[in-house]
């Protein structure tokens, strides 16, 4: 995914000298992609592609953190300003007693299906936002469409972790339930979509039934803010992030606060939603908070440690680094370290008898960071990569498996010899769809399916490859004349069914198809055959072939091609004596085909070989040699072999 973000609002948590155009340049060296910067009425926005498991680098505060750490190695200034919200005075952050505010919001979460909550109802006036809101917020790819929306897109820019407003008078209980759906539960959503829900989603009710929020992706309509809007919730939640993800996908909702709670964000940024979000609410809408400051989780939690020391660093990076510039970096990032030895926090170990090395893992990094080699990762890219000299590796070799040696081996032959034939390779989903199921007759129970599919493009894993190779013809057809495909990969066979339903066997195969005709795709395979020496004319065994729509396919298992591979041929001494052609022309029918003529004629043991001369409508002409490995035979007796065909 990729977020917006402007360089003044960037500044507002960074100080720095460098320009927008070498922010752009150094952090795409060392951190987060920037594909470009555009001057937006005296303003500079970033378009950023943010990694699945960097989701901090959602954020304005994130990405300063990035630019605070890599500028400083191009010897730029930067420094994080950190992060600052101050709740309205006379308000505390804990929740008082119900005696001494005006309203009261009860929340229910029996099954703990988010793990904090924080919310608070406020007295607000909904309005416009003001400009510079509603400059960023539409520079940034977001339509402002009141102040008390724009508040909740706009903490979610800036801290990187999504918030939401409900009407509290159309909560109508002053209650939320957060409970699992029931099958069959209906919701309408802010852009007028109704759904249909089963017993894995996570839904918000009032405590009457009816539904008001799915959180984590989208609000619903009927708890929406509105213009007669006079008293608000400001909420913000944890989520199961696996759950986020399964509900979004089955849905089909992607939005964006959905596309950063299925990738874990920042348990403790919630913290710095909610302050900022009430503070902007105070500031922009004449918040007055009425009721306690809800926070069902307010402890902060211990930060993960990994034990490492330096020599882990020289030894993966390949060069030894100064333990102060290690040190600098991880601290630069947000890490905190320690010694073995009890040395206190951020103090930089100058001692190289001290290697041992404690680091405390930020919040933010939580999800990111799990082992040595995750730090060794982060010093070497904010380091530069460029400046690791560039030594080759000394040569090893790995043996492997003989199953996968022969597959790679095969493969690579294959697929050098179809290319020099003229066939182009091409590379398929494993998943079909149940209209390419149903056109080729398959059956889709024999199919196992895909529960959360994004697509019905890609609902069932496939066992066979001639649909999707047959759909890569009919896509084609018009582009080329001649189109000649070929494609090696797996087919998923289901093992067991029902609840004894295991994981299925994983067969590969080689599918080609054309759109020439069938003796065309016949000498393709007739040629990788003799190519790999898997049987003389007389042996040679063909696959089926089967027409669709003048497309012309076949489909070979690759294993038995390998089992049957010889790497050299068959010797067979040169025959001295003389070879007698003889030519007969055939009327082809049902009972009468190339394949049934072959047998018969291959019983002579006088035969050496069959040559087609030419086809004609339903006549085939064939050649017949024969001779003999110990006398010249005569032309009588050649003609007596014909003729027993």
């Known amino acids: 995914m990729n977020i917006k973000i402007t360089h003044n609002w960037l500044l507002e948590y960074l100080d720095t000298d460098a320009t927008p155009n070498e922010i752009r340049e150094y952090l795409s060296l060392c951190g987060p992609s920037i594909e470009s910067v555009t001057k937006v009425n005296g303003d500079y926005v970033y378009d950023i592609e943010v990694i699945s498991n960097r989701i901090d680098y959602t954020s304005v505060i994130g990405i300063a953190r990035e630019v605070a750490a890599i500028l400083p190695m191009f010897g730029k200034k930067a420094k994080f300003k950190g992060f600052s919200a101050k709740l309205t005075s006379g308000h505390p952050r804990g929740v008082e007693s119900v005696e001494s505010v005006e309203t009261e919001l009860k929340i229910i979460d029996n099954d703990n299906l988010c793990p904090r909550k924080l919310a608070v109802v406020m007295e607000v006036k909904v309005g416009q936002s003001p400009k510079y809101i509603r400059e960023r917020l539409e520079n940034c790819g977001i339509r402002s469409l009141n102040n008390l929306i724009d508040i909740t897109n706009y903490v979610m820019l800036e801290t990187g972790h999504p918030a939401h407003v409900f009407d509290f008078d159309r909560v109508k209980t002053g209650k939320i339930f957060i409970r699992k759906a029931k099958n069959g539960e209906k919701i309408t959503t802010l852009d007028g979509k109704t759904y249909i829900l089963n017993s894995q989603d996570v839904i918000f009710e009032d405590g009457t039934g009816r539904i008001i929020d799915l959180p984590g992706i989208m609000g619903l309509k009927n708890s929406v803010v509105t213009e007669k809007t006079k008293r608000v919730i400001f909420w913000i939640e944890t989520n199961d992030a696996k759950a986020i993800r399964k509900t979004s996908m089955r849905l089909g909702i992607r939005t964006v606060a959905a596309a950063i709670n299925e990738k874990n964000p920042d348990s403790e940024a919630a913290k710095m939603t909610f302050e900022k979000g009430i503070e902007l609410y105070h500031k922009i809408a004449r918040g007055k908070i009425i009721s306690p400051l809800y926070d069902t989780d307010p402890k902060e939690k211990p930060k993960k440690i990994i034990k490492t020391d330096y020599k882990t660093f020289d030894r993966l990076i390949g060069i030894k680094l100064d333990r102060k510039k290690i040190s600098e970096i991880l601290g630069n990032l947000g890490f905190e370290i320690a010694s073995s030895s009890s040395t206190p926090r951020n103090d930089v170990i100058a001692s190289e008898a001290k290697q041992s090395l404690k680091v405390f893992v930020p919040s933010w990094r939580e999800h990111d960071i799990s082992i040595p080699e995750d730090l060794v990762e982060e010093v070497a890219r904010i380091y530069g990569y460029?400046?690791?000299?560039?030594?080759?590796?000394?040569?090893?070799?790995?043996?492997?498996?003989?199953?996968?040696?022969?597959?790679?081996?095969?493969?690579?032959?294959?697929?050098?010899?179809?290319?020099?034939?003229?066939?182009?390779?091409?590379?398929?989903?494993?998943?079909?769809?149940?209209?390419?199921?149903?056109?080729?007759?398959?059956?889709?129970?024999?199919?196992?399916?895909?529960?959360?599919?994004?697509?019905?493009?890609?609902?069932?894993?496939?066992?066979?490859?001639?649909?999707?190779?047959?759909?890569?013809?009919?896509?084609?057809?018009?582009?080329?004349?001649?189109?000649?495909?070929?494609?090696?990969?797996?087919?998923?066979?289901?093992?067991?069914?029902?609840?004894?339903?295991?994981?299925?066997?994983?067969?590969?195969?080689?599918?080609?198809?054309?759109?020439?005709?069938?003796?065309?795709?016949?000498?393709?395979?007739?040629a990788l055959y003799r190519e790999l020496n898997v049987g003389t004319i007389h042996e040679l065994s063909l696959p089926k072939i089967i027409e669709q729509n003048d497309v012309f396919m076949t489909e070979i298992d690759l294993q038995t091609l390998i089992d049957n591979y010889h790497q050299v041929p068959k010797y067979r001494p040169i025959n001295p004596y003389a070879v007698i052609k003889l030519d007969k022309t055939f009327v082809l029918s049902p009972q009468s085909t190339y394949a049934v003529i072959r047998e018969r004629a291959s019983q002579s043991k006088l035969l050496l070989k069959i040559e087609v001369v030419s086809v004609y409508e339903n006549k085939l002409s064939l050649r017949f040699c024969y001779s003999s490995f110990s006398r010249n035979i005569t032309e009588e007796e050649a003609k007596k072999e014909l003729a027993k065909v």
């Open 386 to 526: 460029n400046n690791i000299p560039s030594h080759l590796q000394p040569p090893a070799y790995v043996e492997q498996p003989k199953d996968m040696e022969d597959l790679f081996v095969f493969q690579n032959r294959i697929k050098t010899f179809l290319k020099h034939l003229g066939l182009n390779e091409v590379i398929n989903y494993s998943m079909i769809s149940l209209q390419l199921i149903e056109v080729f007759d398959l059956d889709p129970k024999k199919h196992l399916r895909l529960a959360n599919s994004i697509s019905e493009d890609v609902e069932y894993l496939r066992i066979s490859l001639l649909p999707s190779i047959y759909k890569n013809i009919e896509e084609n057809k018009g582009r080329k004349d001649v189109l000649r495909f070929f494609e090696i990969g797996k087919v998923y066979i289901p093992v067991g069914t029902g609840r004894d339903l295991s994981l299925p066997q994983e067969i590969y195969k080689l599918g080609i198809a054309t759109n020439t005709d069938y003796f065309d795709l016949k000498g393709i395979v007739e």
